[in-house]
C-alpha cells in the first residue's frame, strides 16, 4: 500500500533561504493547491528576480521522489519552447527537500483581477476600448503557443497581468503547468484526460473531458472580457439551464463587437471561431472596415490599344530597277513593284531600322535594288552624285532638285541618324532619278 503524505505547509523558506546555492528567498507571493510561489533573486544571473514555483507531490519515498522528478523534467521541456516577450520565460527545474521548483521570469505589475477591484472600487469597470485592446494585445500571444500545439487552458483575470514597465498584457500561470503537476503527482506515464481551468472561465469540453483546442482559449478569453466589462462573475451571467450567456443587460458594447463575443461564447466549440487567425480578421473588420478585401468579380477586359496606322508615302511613280535583266510584264505591275519597294523602304527608314537592313523590308525580288543602292554591288564610278559627295566628305549635301519626294523626306529626317544612313538614302535617291529617266526613254 502506498503511502500518501497530507499536503500541509508547515515547512516553509523564509527570506534569506538560499536553494541548489544560487536562488535566494525574498518572500512568498501566493499560494495555491499545488504549493507556493516565491520571490527571490537569481545570484547566478547577476541576481536578477525570479519566481520560484513549488510543487509538493503527494507521494513519499525515494522511489516515487525520482519518478516524480524524472517525469517533471521530462514534461516540463515543452515550457523551455515558449520564447515570447508577454510570456515569462521559463528558466529551470531542480528538486530540494523533496519538493520540485519550476523557475521563471518575475513579472511587476498587477493581475487583471486586482485592476478590476480597483475600478469596482470607485464605481467603474473596464470600457469597450480597453477591453478590446486587451485581446489585440493578447492575441499574438495565444498564436505563439497555439503553433506549438500549447493550450493555456486557464486564461482568467488572476492569470493575466498587466506589465508595469510597459504596460502590456502578459500571461501566466499556464493550465499545462498544472497538467503537469497533476500527472506527477499520480505518477502517470500515460497522458490522461485531467481537469484543468477555472470553473465558468473553462469551457465545458474542457472541464468535462479534457479536450483543449485553440478555440478553447478563446472562449475563457470571451468570459474574461465579459467579467472585466461587467464587474460580473461568470455565474452571475450564465444559464445552466439554456446553456447560455446572459451578458447584454449588464454591459453596453458595439453590435459588431457583441456578435464576436457571443460567436466566442458559442457552446459547440465548432461554431466558434477555430483560431486566432479568424477572430483577429474579424476584429480587423470591424476595427477598420475600408481594409476588409474586396470582393473578387469578373475582370473587366481593358480596352483594345489603339493600333497606329502606318505612314502614308506619298509617291506612287514606278521605277525599274537597275541592272536587272528586262522581264516581261507590264509597265504598270513593273511600277506597282517599285512603288512597294519605296514604301516599304521608306517605312523602314522611319522606324529608325539601319540602313544595312532594309532590304528585310522587302519583297524578295526587290532586294537586289536595295542591296546596290546601298553600295553593296556597285562600283565607286557608278554612284550618284550624291554618293560621291558624301565619300569626299560632303555629310550634308542636297539631294538634286528633281530628286524623288521621298528621298528628300529621307535626307530631311536622318540628317543626324549617322553617316551610313544618310549615305544610303542619298544613294537611294540618285539611284532613283537615274531609273527615272530610263524608264520615260523606254516609254
Known amino acids: 500500500m502506498r503511502t500518501v503524505k497530507p499536503r500541509c505547509y508547515a515547512i516553509s523558506y523564509s527570506a534569506e533561504s538560499v536553494l541548489q546555492n544560487r536562488y535566494r528567498i525574498i518572500r512568498v507571493l501566493g499560494q495555491g493547491g499545488f504549493g507556493r510561489t516565491y520571490l527571490a533573486e537569481d545570484q547566478g544571473r547577476f541576481n536578477e528576480l525570479c519566481a520560484l514555483k513549488e510543487f509538493i507531490p503527494t507521494q513519499t519515498g525515494a522511489y516515487a521522489i525520482d519518478k516524480s522528478k524524472e517525469l517533471f523534467q521530462r514534461e516540463a521541456a515543452i515550457l523551455y519552447q515558449i520564447q515570447h516577450p508577454q510570456i515569462p520565460q521559463f528558466r529551470a527545474t531542480f528538486e530540494e527537500n523533496q519538493r520540485l521548483f519550476l523557475v521563471q521570469d518575475f513579472v511587476e505589475g498587477k493581475t487583471y483581477r486586482e485592476l478590476l477591484n480597483d475600478r469596482k472600487a470607485q464605481g467603474s469597470t473596464f470600457s469597450e476600448a480597453e477591453v478590446l485592446q486587451l485581446v489585440q494585445q493578447l492575441l499574438p500571444v495565444l498564436a505563439h503557443i497555439h503553433a506549438r500545439g500549447i493550450i493555456h487552458r486557464d486564461i482568467a483575470p488572476d492569470n493575466m497581468m498587466l506589465r508595469r514597465r510597459d504596460n502590456l498584457p502578459v500571461l501566466i500561470d499556464f493550465g499545462v503547468v498544472k497538467e503537469i503537476v497533476t500527472r506527477v503527482q499520480s505518477l502517470e506515464t500515460v497522458p490522461q484526460h485531467t481537469t484543468v481551468g477555472k470553473l465558468g472561465y473553462a469551457p465545458s469540453e474542457q472541464m468535462q473531458t479534457g479536450n483543449a483546442f485553440p478555440s478553447s482559449d478563446l472562449y475563457a478569453l470571451a468570459v474574461t472580457c465579459l467579467v472585466l466589462l461587467t464587474g460580473r462573475e461568470p455565474n452571475q451571467m450564465y444559464d445552466d439551464r439554456s446553456f447560455t450567456w446572459n451578458w447584454r443587460p449588464y454591459a453596453t458594447v458595439s453590435a459588431g463587437f457583441g456578435q464576436i463575443l457571443d460567436r466566442m461564447l458559442n457552446y459547440r466549440p465548432d461554431q466558434r471561431y477555430q483560431n486566432v487567425s479568424e477572430l483577429a480578421q474579424a476584429l480587423q473588420t470591424l476595427t477598420n472596415p475600408a481594409a476588409t478585401p474586396p470582393t473578387i468579380g469578373t475582370p473587366v477586359a481593358p480596352p483594345p490599344t489603339p493600333t497606329a496606322a502606318p505612314p502614308t508615302v506619298g509617291s506612287q511613280m514606278a521605277t525599274v530597277a537597275v541592272g536587272r535583266p528586262p522581264r516581261s510584264q507590264s509597265p504598270d505591275a513593273a511600277g506597282s513593284?517599285?512603288?512597294?519597294?519605296?514604301?516599304?523602304?521608306?517605312?523602314?527608314?522611319?522606324?529608325?531600322?539601319?540602313?544595312?537592313?532594309?532590304?528585310?523590308?522587302?519583297?524578295?525580288?526587290?532586294?537586289?535594288?536595295?542591296?546596290?543602292?546601298?553600295?553593296?554591288?556597285?562600283?565607286?564610278?557608278?554612284?550618284?552624285?550624291?554618293?560621291?559627295?558624301?565619300?569626299?566628305?560632303?555629310?550634308?549635301?542636297?539631294?538634286?532638285?528633281?530628286?524623288?519626294?521621298?528621298?528628300?523626306?529621307?535626307?530631311?529626317?536622318?540628317?543626324?541618324?549617322?553617316?551610313?544612313?544618310?549615305?544610303?538614302?542619298?544613294?537611294?535617291?540618285?539611284?532613283?532619278?537615274?531609273?527615272?529617266?530610263?524608264?520615260?526613254?523606254?516609254?
Open 337 to 443: 513593284a517599285i512603288a512597294r519597294s519605296d514604301r516599304a523602304h521608306a517605312r523602314a527608314v522611319d522606324l529608325g531600322k539601319p540602313a544595312g537592313r532594309v532590304h528585310d523590308w522587302l519583297g524578295t525580288g526587290d532586294r537586289h535594288l536595295d542591296r546596290r543602292v546601298c553600295g553593296g554591288e556597285r562600283g565607286a564610278d557608278e554612284r550618284s552624285p550624291q554618293s560621291n559627295a558624301n565619300r569626299n566628305g560632303d555629310t550634308h549635301a542636297q539631294p538634286d532638285a528633281h530628286a524623288h519626294p521621298d528621298a528628300q523626306r529621307i535626307h530631311a529626317g536622318t540628317k543626324f541618324g549617322g553617316r551610313r544612313r544618310d549615305e544610303c538614302a542619298r544613294n537611294l535617291a540618285g539611284e532613283r532619278n537615274r531609273q527615272l529617266c530610263r524608264h520615260r526613254t523606254a516609254r
